[in-house]
């Protein structure tokens, strides 16, 4: 598969990470960058803080932008966060200070280090950024290109969905499971490979996670973020629906978690607009009761897991928690025990744990 | 269990802040059943803990929006607030852009607060300053010995340790600087080898060691440093 991400490499990584980009990347010639025709569509581009600082801004004019932005935040914040639940004007105001950071190569708030400023990004098109934030209520993380997630900077971009801080735990579910780190696991529906980078982290000689999606997009993002942590021996990327790409693995899991798309139909239409109108339904519509994914996974679960094997979903919170934990230990008791609800930071019973017999 | 209701974010407004000092909560009163933080004898033994050992002894919550969370918000709050149970101290952090690092951030603040608000006794007769203070004391002062290394300024973790220990020694004296100088040059040294104000301006270069310092001064009736 090919990647589309026109990457420069002239880039704040690692040299490791930098070097591994060169091998997996066709690399466009930087002079392109400077010629007079339009910017490539946003989605092209790479996330902001991998871009050369190849602009400059005087502090002043920084201060400038910030003041508006803030304006604009502070005026927009309160009727967006009433209208559909979208953010606040603190929110919008921290994102501001993480936009500047990405955008800039030192820490802006130093004072006395030179009137000069670098940045990764013309400051009109700053500006033009932050306009399309509030009022085309676009995702932070798709305009900046990346969310921090763990202690990972996670590529993402429009097509896939951004990784949600409560799926964090996920990660630390599995590095509870004894023997983890050798383990054969998967990850279906990875997204951004977000939970399969930081499985992927944690393995050992012998372990391995097959990330798998069915949108090319999300692939190919998932890609990009494991080959930036380095992490091509030990995750293999495979499209398909669900099992289907892991036939050859069929009982032979260690492990098998997911974050499969469960907001009931009938909610997507209402969703905040960063969510509803700018990630992809693939992503997040799960069916009428939202659970259709899930039930399908509950009822794959036992073959594709070996005797022992573990699983972890996560799902819409409290009522889908607890059908889905009766089902693994009622309808499928058979092949499960030890089911459990485990509650995220904000007490919502968010994921269902359980382990082959 | 459901996470109770936070303070309230709107309140927050610096977009760059240090990273020791903002966004802590103190209770107005602490937790009533805990016991008491005045002269505790396990007290000092908090900063001791690993990250897990001091992570066990807290509830963690997030800040909870209505509804469902997870896949229907673009960002829920990632957050985090800490609540020691010992103590009922609370620490929070909202401006890291993962939960993971805010839960990091909480706990290194939760440390700064452990080392400003709970006290341990000190004899002063037996009085020994231990390596943590010996390594914050100014660069030049001789006090502090070849084997102690570079000073540790208000940036590095291990800053707390020393705070505290300092703290312990100018609560036992009431609060006043020279004293304190005087027993930490005399007992070391044999002779007054930290001046005042070598000592005050270690005091002034931390806004909350600075904070705590000129509290009690002022309960005491003294000047607060400046
Ligand atoms: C809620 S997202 C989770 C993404 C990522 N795991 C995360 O937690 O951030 C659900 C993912 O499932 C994928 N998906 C939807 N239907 C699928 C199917 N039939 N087979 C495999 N993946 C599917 C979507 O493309 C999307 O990437």
């Given at each position: 598969m090919t990647l589309r991400f026109p990457f420069t490499v002239r880039s704040p990584l690692p040299p490791v990470f930098a070097s591994s980009l060169h091998r997996c990347l066709s690399i466009p010639s930087p002079s392109s960058s400077s010629s007079p025709t339009p910017l490539p569509s946003s989605d092209r581009r790479p996330p902001l803080f991998l871009r050369p600082p190849t602009f400059a801004a005087s502090r002043s004019d920084l201060h400038d932008f910030r003041r508006w932005a803030e304006s604009l935040a502070l005026a927009a914040g309160p009727r967006i966060s009433a209208s559909d639940g979208g953010p606040d004007a603190a929110l919008l105001r921290r994102e501001i200070a993480w936009l500047v950071e990405d955008a800039t190569v030192a820490a802006a708030s130093e004072s006395g280090v030179g009137e000069e400023l670098r940045l990764r990004v013309e400051l009109e098109e700053l500006y033009r950024l932050w306009r399309a934030r509030i009022e085309e209520r676009r995702p932070f993380q798709y305009i900046v290109g990346c969310e921090h997630w763990r202690d990972l900077v996670l590529v993402v971009k429009e097509g896939v969905l951004i990784p949600r801080p409560e799926t964090e735990m996920v990660v630390d579910l599995v590095a509870e499971v004894e023997g983890f780190e050798k383990g054969l696991w998967a990850d279906l529906g990875t997204g951004s490979g977000a939970i399969a980078v930081g499985i992927g982290r944690m393995l050992q000689e012998g372990g391995r996670v097959f990330a798998t999606d069915l949108s090319p997009v999300a692939l190919e993002v998932a890609r990009l973020n494991v080959e930036r942590y380095e992490l091509k021996d030990k995750i293999e990327l495979r499209r398909g629906s669900w099992f289907e790409p892991l036939r050859d693995v069929e009982g032979k899991l260690t492990g098998l978690v997911s974050n499969p798309p469960y907001i009931p139909?009938?909610?997507?239409?209402?969703?905040?607009?960063?969510?509803?109108?700018?990630?992809?339904?693939?992503?997040?519509?799960?069916?009428?009761?939202?659970?259709?994914?899930?039930?399908?996974?509950?009822?794959?679960?036992?073959?594709?897991?070996?005797?022992?094997?573990?699983?972890?979903?996560?799902?819409?919170?409290?009522?889908?928690?607890?059908?889905i934990a009766d089902l693994m230990s009622i309808k499928f008791g058979n092949f499960f025990h030890n089911i459990k609800l485990i509650p995220d930071f904000a007490g919502i019973q968010r994921f269902v744990t359980g382990f082959r017999r | 269990m459901m996470a109770r209701p936070l303070l309230r974010w709107a309140s927050f407004t610096s977009l760059h802040t240090s990273s020791r000092l903002p966004f802590v909560l103190l209770p107005r009163t602490l937790n009533p059943r805990a016991p008491s933080l005045a002269f505790s004898a396990a007290a000092s033994n908090y900063l001791h803990l690993s990250d897990d050992q001091l992570m066990a002894q807290c509830d963690m919550d997030t800040y909870k929006a209505s509804g469902p969370g997870g896949q229907h918000r673009n960002k829920r709050e990632s957050a985090v607030r800490l609540s020691h149970r010992p103590t009922g101290i609370v620490a929070q952090a909202v401006e890291e852009r993962s939960q993971h690092k805010n839960r990091a951030m909480a706990l290194t603040r939760l440390r700064t607060l452990l080392a400003l608000k709970v006290?341990?006794?000190?004899?002063?007769?037996?009085?020994?300053?231990?390596?943590?203070?010996?390594?914050?004391?100014?660069?030049?002062?001789?006090?502090?010995?070849?084997?102690?290394?570079?000073?540790?300024?208000?940036?590095?973790?291990?800053?707390?340790?020393?705070?505290?220990?300092?703290?312990?020694?100018?609560?036992?004296?009431?609060?006043?600087?020279?004293?304190?100088?005087?027993?930490?040059?005399y007992i070391v040294y044999g002779s007054f080898l930290l001046s005042t104000g070598a000592l005050s301006r270690l005091i002034l270069s931390d806004d909350s060691l600075r904070v705590t310092v000129n509290e009690l001064r002022t309960s005491k009736g003294m000047r607060p440093l400046r």
């Open positions: 139909s009938s909610h997507v239409p209402g969703l905040q607009a960063e969510v509803g109108q700018h990630e992809p339904k693939l992503a997040l519509d799960g069916g009428e009761e939202g659970m259709d994914h899930l039930l399908h996974l509950c009822e794959g679960s036992a073959s594709a897991l070996k005797s022992g094997g573990f699983f972890a979903f996560e799902t819409n919170g409290d009522e889908q928690s607890e059908f | 006290r341990k006794a000190i004899d002063l007769d037996g009085y020994a300053p231990p390596s943590e203070l010996l390594q914050i004391l100014p660069a030049k002062s001789t006090i502090r010995g070849k084997d102690v290394g570079p000073q540790i300024g208000p940036n590095n973790p291990k800053f707390a340790l020393g705070m505290q220990a300092l703290l312990d020694l100018i609560f036992a004296v009431e609060g006043s600087v020279s004293e304190t100088a005087k027993i930490l040059g």
